[in-house]
C-alpha cells in the first residue's frame, strides 16, 4: 500500500499530465476506502451494561474516540417477537413518546462528537412505521432507511447506513400515538488511523490536481 501511495506522488510531481493526476488520486483514494473496512473500529451500543450505554438516558458515554450523547428513553424489555427474533435483548434505545416532549415529537437521536462511517442496527415496533437517518454534523442527510409498517410479521433488520462523517442517528415512528420503534444492537464503525491517513493523502493529491489545473 505504501509502494503504490509513494509511486503516484513521484509520478504526480515528475508530470503536467492531468490524466495521470487523476488515476494517482483514483488509486490514492480507493486504498482509502479499502482500508475504510480492514482498519475501521467499533463500538458496541445495545444498552445493557454502563460500557454499552446503559446510562445513555441520563449520562454522557465516555470512549476512546469521543463522547456519545442520546436524546431518548432506555426501554427494559423487549416487546417485538420480530425484534426478540432478530436477537434484540435486555434493554433497548427508544423513541420519546408523545406526552415526553414540549412538540409532542415522537423521536430519539445518538449524537457522537467524533466522526462515524456506518452504523449497523437492528430495530422493532408493534403498529407504527420507523424513519431512519444517519446525519451529519450540521444535521444534513448522510443516509435513511424507512419502513411502512413495524408490526406483525414485519422486518426487524439488521440495517447498515454508512457515509463519511456521520454525527448523529436520528428516527422517528410518525405515525401518531405509536411510541415505540427500539433499536438494539448498534454497531458504531469509526475510521482507523490508516484511513484517516489514506484520506488525507487522497484529499491532498486532489487540491494538487487543481492547482496543476488552474
Known amino acids: 500500500m505504501k509502494s503504490s501511495i509513494k509511486t503516484c506522488l513521484v509520478k504526480h510531481k515528475r508530470t503536467a499530465s492531468l490524466t495521470k493526476s487523476a488515476i494517482c488520486t483514483a488509486v490514492i483514494l480507493s486504498l482509502a476506502f479499502t482500508a475504510s473496512s480492514s482498519a475501521a473500529l467499533t463500538i458496541l451500543l445495545d444498552a445493557d451494561t454502563p460500557a454499552t450505554g446503559s446510562l445513555l438516558g441520563t449520562t454522557p458515554l465516555v ?114 400515538e405509536q411510541d415505540y420503534a427500539p433499536l438494539d444492537n448498534i454497531i458504531v464503525t469509526v475510521p482507523g488511523p490508516a484511513t484517516i491517513l489514506l484520506l488525507a493523502l487522497g484529499s491532498l493529491a486532489l487540491l494538487r490536481r487543481r492547482q496543476k489545473g488552474e
Open 63 to 176: 470512549t476512546a474516540y469521543g463522547d456519545i450523547t442520546f436524546d431518548g428513553e432506555i426501554v427494559i424489555g423487549v416487546h417485538d417477537p420480530e425484534f426478540g427474533d432478530a436477537r434484540a435483548s435486555g434493554s433497548t434505545f427508544d423513541i420519546l413518546g408523545p406526552d415526553d416532549t414540549p412538540a409532542g415529537d415522537q423521536t430519539a437521536e445518538l449524537f457522537f462528537d467524533f466522526d462515524v462511517i456506518s452504523l449497523e442496527f437492528i430495530y422493532g415496533g408493534n403498529a407504527g412505521n420507523i424513519y431512519i437517518e444517519a446525519r451529519d454534523y450540521l444535521g444534513g442527510v448522510v443516509a435513511s432507511f424507512s419502513q411502512g409498517s413495524t408490526g406483525h410479521l414485519q422486518l426487524a433488520g439488521p440495517i447498515t447506513l454508512s457515509g463519511p462523517d456521520i454525527r448523529s442517528l436520528y428516527w422517528t415512528d410518525t405515525i401518531a
